[in-house]
C-alpha cells in the first residue's frame, strides 16, 4: 500500500472521521500514495483496523481515539502527531453527522450536534494544525462539505447550514494563510454510499451515489498537487445528477 514513490511520500496526513465511510476511504488512499497516516475518530475498534489494514498493505499509520468535538482532545491529538511524527503536512476534516427533518418539527437544542460536528470541529481541527503548517511554511487543508451547501434540500436546512458555513470558511481561512505556504481546500461532494444513510428512512437509491472511493480520490488530487497550485474547491457529483 506504501509505495516507497508514492505521490505524498515523506508527508504526515491526519484524517478525521477515519473509522468508516469517507474519511476511511481517505485515509487508505492516502496510505496508498505513501503517507503517513494519523487515523482520528471516536470508535476505537473501527480505528485499529484501519490501522491494521494500512500496515498489512506495507504503510504506516498512527491511531488517536478522538472525540473532535472536544476542543482540548483535538489539540491532544495535533500534539501527539507531531511529537511522534515530527509534522503535519495534510489535514482532511471528514468527521460528520446528519439529521433530516424540517425546521418547524425541530428545537434549537436538537441542532447542536450537528453543528460541533459538522462545522466547529472543522474549524478547531484546522486552527489546531496551522502552528505547526505555518512554523514549516507548507500544508495542505482539505475540509469535507457536501453539495447541500449549494443546492436546497427539504428536511437539510441544519445540515446544509454546516456545509454552507465550511465552504465559507475554507474560503476565508484560504486567503489568509496565502502568504504562509498553507493551501486550503474544500471538496463538495454529492450523495455518498456510507453508514451516514443507515438510520435515515426514504433515502435516495444507494446504488446511484458516489461511493466514498470516488471522494477519495478527489482527495488525493487535491492534496498531492505541486506547492505552486492549490484546488481550492472541487464539486464531485453522481453521473446522474442531485439525487
Known amino acids: 500500500m506504501n509505495a516507497a514513490g508514492g505521490a505524498l511520500s515523506g508527508q504526515v496526513a ?25 487515523l482520528a475518530a471516536r470508535t ?47 489535514l482532511v476534516t471528514a468527521a460528520g453527522a446528519a439529521s433530516f427533518g424540517p425546521v418547524v418539527g425541530t428545537k434549537p437544542a436538537d441542532w447542536d450536534a450537528i453543528l460541533a460536528v459538522n462545522l466547529r470541529a472543522v ?11 505555518i512554523r514549516q511554511h507548507r500544508g495542505t487543508i482539505i475540509n469535507i462539505a457536501s453539495v447541500a451547501a449549494r443546492r436546497p434540500i427539504p428536511g437539510a436546512a441544519v445540515y446544509t447550514a454546516t ?38 428512512g426514504n433515502s435516495p437509491a444507494r446504488s446511484r451515489m458516489l461511493r466514498p472511493e470516488d471522494v477519495a480520490r478527489a482527495a488525493v488530487l487535491m492534496a498531492s ?17 442531485i439525487l
Open 123 to 133: 474549524m478547531a481541527c484546522c486552527r489546531a494544525v496551522l502552528p505547526a503548517m
Open 225 to 241: 498537487l505541486p506547492p505552486g497550485a492549490s484546488l481550492e474547491e472541487l464539486t464531485l457529483m453522481p453521473a446522474g445528477g
Open 44 to 90: 476505537r475498534q473501527e480505528l485499529a483496523a484501519a490501522a491494521a489494514a494500512i500496515r498489512e498493505g506495507g504503510g504506516t499509520a498512527l491511531a488517536i481515539p478522538t472525540d473532535v468535538t472536544q476542543d482540548a482532545a483535538v489539540e491532544a491529538m495535533v500534539e501527539q502527531a507531531n511529537a511522534e511524527l515530527g509534522r503535519v503536512d495534510i
Open 14 to 38: 491526519i484524517v478525521t472521521g477515519a473509522g468508516r465511510g469517507i474519511g476511511h476511504a481517505i485515509a487508505m488512499a492516502l496510505a496508498r500514495e505513501a503517507a503517513t497516516v494519523v
Open 163 to 200: 456545509k454552507a458555513g465550511v465552504v465559507g470558511f475554507s474560503r476565508v481561512l484560504a486567503e489568509e494563510l496565502r502568504g504562509d505556504g498553507v493551501r486550503v481546500g474544500v471538496l463538495v461532494p454529492g450523495a455518498v454510499d456510507t453508514p451516514l444513510w443507515d438510520t435515515i
